[in-house]
């Protein structure tokens, strides 16, 4: 028996975690969730919280929350939650004002929810995870944090939110130097590119900016088809979970367990 918590689980790839470790009856999956209203979640989980990770306290409670049920230990934390702030995503580097307000406002979401939220959600969640029997901290990282996929697609925009993943990598690295001594694991985790829309017939701009991505993800592998369902992409990332050891601890990977193939 195993257990799991998962920030950001109410939808998309957070939800689809859930879901893939809820199909086997042996494992406690704590859904952390900003909605608690959601139907899927409170079929699926043994406890669906209303947390918010950029709130300390918020998250905190989760932890406590999360202890009552658990006997106080957890095996495995996956802090998935991701914030954008949407109207400055398309914007390349220099297009964002020399202003403090237009900044924060660009940056703050993805800081609070990627460099934050993963520190506080650690944090709150360490003393469980050092009473659990796997000691694994997974943070869902992107490949937009990485450099050659960058350079090799010529991919400006998302600024604030590659920059937020790529401080998320340095974190874990650190994390896992410090957690060594006590057997504690820790990755950085890119889901590959996934369609996580959900909500219906997708917007024409939607349908738009995942062309111009195909375009620009084409320079680096010729032959991609376009994006992987949630299924494919968590089934590979919980493969690179139970791979992960003493040895890959600190490291940024993809779903495909390398750190070359972000598709
Ligand atoms: N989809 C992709 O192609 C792709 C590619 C690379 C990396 N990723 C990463 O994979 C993860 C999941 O992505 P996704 O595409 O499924 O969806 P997403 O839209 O990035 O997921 C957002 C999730 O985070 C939650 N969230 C946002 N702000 C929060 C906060 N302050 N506190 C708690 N939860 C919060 C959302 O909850 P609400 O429902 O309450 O808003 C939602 O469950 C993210 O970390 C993302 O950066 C995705």
């Known amino acids: 028996m195993a257990s799991y918590a998962i920030t950001g689980a109410s939808r998309g790839i957070g939800l689809e975690f859930v879901r893939q470790l809820a199909a086997n009856e042996n494992n406690t999956v704590l859904a952390i969730v900003r909605n608690p209203e959601s139907q899927a979640i409170s079929e699926l989980a043994a406890s669906s919280p209303q947390r918010d990770v950029t709130d300390p306290k918020s998250i905190l409670d989760a932890a406590s929350a999360a202890a009552a049920i658990t006997g106080g230990k957890l095996d495995v934390l996956i802090h998935n939650s991701n914030a954008v702030d949407v109207a400055t995503v398309g914007l390349s580097p220099s ?23 993963s520190l506080w959600a650690t944090n709150a969640f360490l003393p469980l995870i050092e ?4 000691k694994k901290i997974v943070h869902i990282s992107s490949g937009m944090a990485d450099f050659g996929l960058i350079r090799k697609a010529g991919i400006t925009y998302g600024v604030g939110y590659s920059a937020a993943k790529a401080a998320m990598n340095v974190q874990v690295a650190k994390y896992a130097v410090e957690l060594a001594p006590k057997g504690i694991k820790v990755l950085a985790l890119s889901p590959g590119w996934v369609d996580t829309w959900d909500m219906g017939e997708k917007p024409a701009e939607v349908v738009q900016a995942t062309s ?37 601890s600190g490291m940024f990977l993809s779903h495909n367990g390398n750190q070359t193939n972000w598709f």
Do not use: H, N
Not at 131 to 134: A, I, R
């Open 95 to 117: 297009q964002i004002p020399v202003d403090t307000e237009a900044t924060r406002k660009s940056f703050e979401p993805s800081l609070y929810t990627g460099v934050y939220g």
């Open 131 to 134: 009473k659990g029997g796997q």
């Open 212 to 248: 111009g991505m195909l375009s620009l993800f084409r320079a680096v592998e010729p032959e991609l088809k376009g994006q992987i369902q949630p299924e494919e992409s968590v089934r590979k990332c919980l493969q690179v979970i139970r791979d992960l050891d003493a040895e890959s």
